[in-house]
């Protein structure tokens, strides 16, 4: 598109899943199931994932951005009457730079979940838990030869 984009790079990537389960509840069970019919346990409808990065080998310089998001997905099936418990959407957003500084020393910095999202599990709407992993930052300098 221009020469000043050459090192700017942008990737995505989704996908959409459709996940049945049924549980025959005609013959002897273990446990009684609330839902015998429901999407799979742990697999969200979509994902998405994008990057838009700076890569430039000249200078030894790198920048990415990631974004990262699910949809709500069950992490406990229903039992004994108790609905499915689910783990809600969650958008995650790192960034990642490094720097070749010569002499075969490069330094990386990452950060990871800057937004800090929170990261919610609802049974039949109402909130069960919430947690919120932190945002972790790690920085390194490292040799090769």
Do not use: C
């Not at 200078?59 to 069950?74: D, E, H, K, Q």
């Amino acid at each position: 598109v221009s020469k000043y984009l050459r090192d700017v790079y942008f990737t995505a990537n989704a996908a959409f899943i459709q996940s049945q389960i049924s549980i025959d509840t005609d013959g002897e069970t273990v446990i009684d199931v609330t839902n015998p019919e429901r999407k799979l346990q742990g697999q969200s409808p979509y994902m998405l994932n994008v990057q838009l990065e700076y890569d430039n080998p000249d200078i030894g310089t790198m920048v990415a951005l990631l974004y990262n998001s699910y949809g709500a997905r069950i992490t406990t099936a229903g039992a004994t009457g108790q609905p499915d418990q689910f783990e809600e959407t969650a958008h995650l957003l790192d960034l990642v730079f490094s720097q070749k500084l010569g002499g075969g020393f490069k330094f990386k910095a990452k950060g990871q979940n800057l937004l800090n999202a929170k990261i919610a599990e609802t049974k039949d709407g109402n909130d069960v838990k919430t947690t919120h992993k932190g945002v972790a930052i790690s920085m390194g300098l490292s040799y090769s030869y």
